[in-house]
C-alpha cells in the first residue's frame, strides 16, 4: 500500500445506510466520538449531517474498534461511507480480527460490500467483504518480493 491510512468505503449507499450504521456503531457499545471541526457534539441523525451546507466544516466520527485502533468517518456524501483506519494501528492478527470484524458488521449492516483501497488509490480495493460470500476477501494479489 502507498500510504499508511487505507480508504476504507461501502458505494452505493443512501441516508438510510449512513443511519444504520450510526445504529450499528451505538448498538454495539463502541466507544465513538462525533465533532465538527474540533468541536465535539452529541452525534446528530444522519440525515441532519448530510443536509449540511456543502462550505461547511467537515463532520467526523471517530470511532474505536479498540483501545488503539480507529476508524474516523467522513460524512462527506450520502452515496458513500467513507472512513481512514492506520495500518500502523494494526499490528498483529488480533487488531487485524478486530477490523475484518468491523468490515464484515458494516457489511452486513447495509448489505453491502465494503472496500480497502491503497490510500490515494481509490478504484483499487484490495481487500473487503463480499456480500455474497460472507466474509472479508484478499481482493489482490499481495506485491511479489
Do not use: H
Amino acid at each position: 500500500m502507498v500510504g499508511s491510512l487505507p480508504d476504507v468505503r461501502i458505494p452505493d449507499c443512501s441516508v438510510d445506510d449512513w443511519q444504520a450504521v450510526l445504529y450499528l456503531v451505538k448498538a454495539r457499545n463502541r466507544k465513538y466520538e462525533y465533532s465538527v471541526g474540533d468541536k465535539a457534539l452529541p452525534m446528530p441523525r444522519a440525515e441532519t449531517v448530510l443536509s449540511r451546507p456543502v462550505d461547511a466544516e467537515c463532520a467526523y466520527m471517530r470511532v474505536w474498534l479498540m483501545a488503539d485502533v480507529l476508524a474516523i468517518f467522513r460524512f462527506l456524501d450520502a452515496e458513500i461511507i467513507d472512513f481512514d483506519v492506520d495500518l500502523r494501528e494494526l499490528q498483529g492478527q488480533e487488531r487485524l480480527d478486530v477490523l475484518c470484524g468491523f468490515l464484515r458488521a458494516l457489511g452486513r449492516c447495509v448489505g453491502k460490500p465494503v472496500l480497502m483501497d491503497p490510500e490515494g488509490e481509490y478504484g483499487r480495493p484490495v481487500l473487503g467483504f463480499d456480500v455474497e460470500a460472507d466474509r472479508v476477501v484478499l481482493l489482490a494479489e499481495p506485491p511479489a518480493m
